[in-house]
Nanobody, 117 residues
């Protein structure tokens, strides 16, 4: 069954780093725009970062610019989110998404990131 599998769940101290991975199983990500979303308790799900199929263009929500980096390795069928200088406000359930016109949309199951001392 085609799906996205996330890894990198963790408890991190404020100011620390964490890398999330999102691997596709049963389909190839190369034609897809890939994205990371997050949802904190009581909040709507928000787009954090996105990357074009070739990896040539990226986009970030203002609150994570200069701290987070989205990347992809189409050979490994995997997308990444490198998160640095983490803040308590980054605590959320993080989801990856694969979407492209005229193709099925895939979501990961979500992985918890908790930033706390």
């Amino acid at each position: 069954q085609a799906r996205l599998v996330e890894s990198g769940v963790g408890l991190v101290q404020p100011g620390g780093p964490l890398r999330l991975s999102c691997t596709a199983v049963g389909f190839t990500i190369s034609p897809y725009r890939m994205s990371w979303y997050r949802q904190a308790p009581g909040n709507d799900r928000e787009l954090v970062a996105e990357i074009t199929p070739s990896g040539g263009r990226t986009n970030y929500v203002d609150s994570v610019k200069d701290r987070f980096t989205i990347s992809r390795d189409n050979v490994k069928n995997t997308m990444y989110l490198q998160m640095n200088s983490l803040e308590a406000e980054d605590t959320a359930l993080y989801y990856c998404k694969a979407a492209q016109s005229r193709r099925p949309v895939y979501w990961g199951q979500g992985t918890q990131v908790t930033v706390s001392s």
